[in-house]
């Protein structure tokens, strides 16, 4: 082997060597890293803070309703109702449910799986399958606690205390027991009183019964139609406010769609200042391009907020914040797309004697239409989201209504049904303007 073979050898041995190293390097560089950011964020004492137990509790809510048996110890009151709303109790208009029987200072309460509350002369007796009955006697002073023969220990999800009892074995249901107050909960699947108010003539009907009285001639309500009280029931249902989501749906597309075009229509002229193809002058290009880089460089959740102060609460705030921040951006873009149109096209244009307009319009527009309409499209798809939260800020639409929903700390359901209309409208969005950037740009039918 020669000294060219050898210097080949080692070369070649060296950019192995390089290869596999580097990889490795990064990957090491990486995990150092995500070292230094654990402890400088903290991340075992947050964790360690975590109560995940309530994260339970919400994800529940968000998906399941609760019946509340309560006694109320203190007044002598006994209600059964959904989700503790006194506009969803039951009364003599509509019974307790059959699972709960009694009433007063004496009822029982039949749960899932064989569990039982039985309360009687402030004693309540927990019946819990495959361990025994636990005994609870409420005094002025304190709680006292009886289990069964032959047990030491509590089961697994019950807590004990002086002031307290709280026994949760199951994901649906719940028992609590205080000097005051004896409640249960049983969970059920599914959002209540979504389609018609507790109180509504519908409520608890089915489908097929729903059809038949739109097709009766006999009227629930003697002043409109069976088919007109329905949809009123439903739009103006107090607890899931379909009618005020809907609106609010509205204003956010409303906000995006006219943002996104008021920046399209600010941007477009002034990128033509901006590119230096079609404007010579460089101090008009380069303060026309910081202007860009100004208001495109503040979020748009700043501008919402100094529009706030300008115009007020409402979808305007909105409208104006988007429009700001994207005629920065489109200008951008815009600008540096002119900036790589093809010459000749344009030259061959000039050739016909076509004056300064008609060589926009068909030697320019032509090219950038497709990045145009593509950049318009994508932005407007953004903006859905960016709506969305800038209205949580007072500009009004889904957010705003989001935001005040989650204040009240209860209602995760109508959370959680307002964060799926969200998606649905994004994904909505999405794929309409996929099929228009489809339609629009290569002119073929949307897949």
Request: charged share 20%; net charge neutral; glycine share 8%.
């Amino acid at each position: 082997m020669n000294a060219q073979h050898v210097a080949q050898s080692e070369q070649v041995k060296a950019l192995v060597t390089r290869q596999k190293w580097g990889p490795i390097g990064l990957l090491i560089a990486v995990l150092i890293y995500l070292l230094y950011a654990w402890d400088a964020f903290n991340m075992t004492e947050v964790l360690g803070k975590a109560r995940m137990e309530k994260g339970v509790l919400l994800l529940s809510d968000a998906i399941a309703h609760k019946v509340h048996v309560v006694q109320d110890l203190r007044r002598d009151q006994f209600s059964v109702s959904v989700e503790g709303e006194r506009t969803a109790t039951y009364d003599e208009s509509r019974p307790m449910p059959a699972w709960v029987q009694g009433g007063s200072t004496d009822f029982q309460v039949s749960l899932s799986d064989g569990y039982r509350v039985v309360v009687k002369d402030r004693q309540v007796r927990y019946q819990v399958p495959g361990y025994g009955d636990v005994l609870i006697e409420i005094d002025a002073k304190a709680l006292s606690l009886t289990l069964p023969p032959g047990q030491t220990a509590l089961p697994d999800g019950f807590r004990f205390g002086p002031t307290k009892f709280d026994a949760r074995p199951q994901f649906n249901q719940r028992l609590q027991v205080s000097r005051s107050k004896i409640e249960v909960h049983r969970y059920f699947f599914g959002w209540e009183n979504f389609w018609f108010p507790f109180r509504s003539a519908f409520h608890g009907l089915s489908v097929s019964e729903l059809w038949t009285l739109t097709q009766s001639s006999e009227r629930v309500d003697p002043t409109t139609s069976n088919v007109a009280l329905m949809i009123d029931h439903f739009w103006n249902n107090p607890d899931w406010q379909h009618g005020i989501i809907a609106v609010a749906i509205f204003e956010t597309v409303l906000m995006a769609v006219l943002g996104t075009m008021t920046a399209a229509i600010i941007a477009l002229p002034l990128a033509f200042i901006a590119a230096r193809n079609f404007n010579p002058e460089a101090t008009s290009r380069f303060l026309i391009r910081r202007v860009f880089d100004f208001v495109r460089g503040i979020d748009t959740l700043i501008w919402s907020l100094i529009f706030i102060r300008a115009f007020g609460l409402g979808p305007l705030t909105g409208i104006m914040a988007i429009a700001v921040t994207d005629a920065g951006s489109f200008g951008k873009l815009f600008s540096e797309a002119m900036e790589n149109v093809d010459n000749k096209q344009i030259q061959g244009i000039e050739a016909t004697g076509a004056n300064r307009v008609q060589k926009y319009r068909y030697g320019v527009l032509p090219q950038l239409m497709p990045v145009f309409l593509s950049q318009f499209l994508y932005w407007m798809e953004s903006n859905m989201r960016s709506a969305t939260v800038i209205g949580a800020l007072g500009a009004g639409g889904i957010g705003l209504v989001l935001v005040e929903t989650m204040r009240t700390q209860r209602d995760w359901e109508n959370v959680f049904y307002i964060i799926v209309l969200t998606i649905l409208m994004v994904v909505i969005m999405d794929s309409l303007s996929g099929r228009l950037r489809q339609r629009l740009i290569t002119g073929g039918k949307p897949r």
